[in-house]
């Protein structure tokens, strides 16, 4: 039997207020165990990809986009009561210090939006995994851990406006405050690493809108790879050259600045096979949110373990001129 594609999943936060429960989780987790997947991490996909290992059995890969804290206290323990493998993507300005958390001492867990809006806008990064949290998940549980950008940055990439209650964390973001209530133009959010997009700045009252160019663009997706890069490095006392695509998205500008940063290996949202000899740098995966029921999730397993040679489709960015 040769098992012709792995399939990778990707999660984010594991928490009610997202709606995708621990329970939710779990019953995920027993259902890749029932159906005979292994576990693997990216390192090892990556190597598989590469033909550096071969691919002889079932394999499946798990992955967290975020570094969300839910991950840490919720998904961890379904994942070690399982004998499982599985690999957090995090952003590294949003790693802070102190202690390791458990269910008992963790921040009320708030959704991703209200998360991303405390760490980027308040500054307050408690609702993320932890420096100690992020050393523990390699070093005494196994699991891979490795950069989604510093930043997570976004950008405005619709013209269309947002009506306020519609309005994502990038909304204050993107004016550098909480503008509840300010009836400020808000458009949707998005990459701001894979598409120009708008920037507001405000000046005497007016907002002023700004776009940049490819040069640009590349300099700034360099200095957020490097720097996730570097810091994880540093955290982890391990070579970081795989990296996760924040929204998925990418182009020809941040795929260049992503490799000049010294990253060889990339994981997307393209569907499509992961298998020996595929492109290290577009390593597909699917998506999970809460729709995605348990019936789904077994059709999907059995469909892309023995999938023909089909072609990676690539997510389409549609780019705006600067
Ligand atoms: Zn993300």
């Known amino acids: 039997m040769s098992w012709r594609s792995i399939p990778i999943l990707c999660y984010h936060n594991t928490s009610a207020p997202d709606g995708h ?17 292994k576990t ?33 206290v ?3 323990p379904l994942l070690k009561e399982r004998g499982m493998r599985a690999s957090f993507f995090v952003c590294t300005d949003f790693i802070g210090s102190g202690p390791v958390r458990s269910q008992s001492f963790a921040p009320k867990i708030l959704g991703a939006g209200a998360s991303f809006l405390q760490a980027t806008v308040n500054n307050n990064p408690e609702q993320f995994m932890n420096q100690s949290e992020v050393k523990s998940l390699v070093h005494d549980h196994g699991m891979d851990v490795l950069p989604h950008s510093a930043g997570h940055e976004c950008s405005f990439i619709r013209e269309k406006p947002v009506a306020a209650k519609k309005e994502n964390w990038c909304c204050h973001r993107l004016y550098g405050r909480d503008i509840s209530g300010e009836n400020m133009p808000c458009f949707k959010g998005g990459s701001a690493y894979a598409r120009p ?21 590349y300099n700034f997706c360099l200095a957020d790879f490097k ?3 570097d810091a994880l490095e540093k955290i982890l006392n391990k070579e970081m050259d795989i990296f996760c695509w924040p929204w998925g998205e990418f182009d020809s500008v941040s795929e260049r600045a992503l490799g000049d940063a010294g990253f060889q290996a990339a994981f ?16 597909g995966r699917i998506g999970v949110s809460p729709r995605k029921s348990l019936g789904w999730l077994k059709k ?23």
């Open 74 to 76: 919720y998904a961890l």
């Open 40 to 72: 693997l991490g990216v390192r090892e996909i990556v190597e598989i990809v590469t033909k550096k290992r071969p691919l002889d059995f079932p394999a499946v890969g798990i992955t967290f986009d975020d570094g969300h804290v839910s991950n840490w």
């Open 227 to 229: 720097r996730c890069k």
């Open 197 to 217: 997009g708008w920037f507001p700045h405000q000046e005497n009252g007016k907002i002023h809108w700004h776009a940049r160019d490819r040069q640009k663009r």
């Open 300 to 322: 999907y397993l059995s469909l892309l373990r023995f999938a023909p040679l089909a072609a990676t489709t690539r997510k389409k960015v549609k780019l705006t001129a600067c």
């Open 21 to 37: 429960t621990p329970e939710q989780l779990a019953q995920h987790l027993d259902c890749i165990r029932d159906m005979g997947f």
């Open 268 to 283: 997307t949202l393209e569907r499509g096979r992961v298998a020996p000899g595929g492109n290290p740098m577009r390593i």
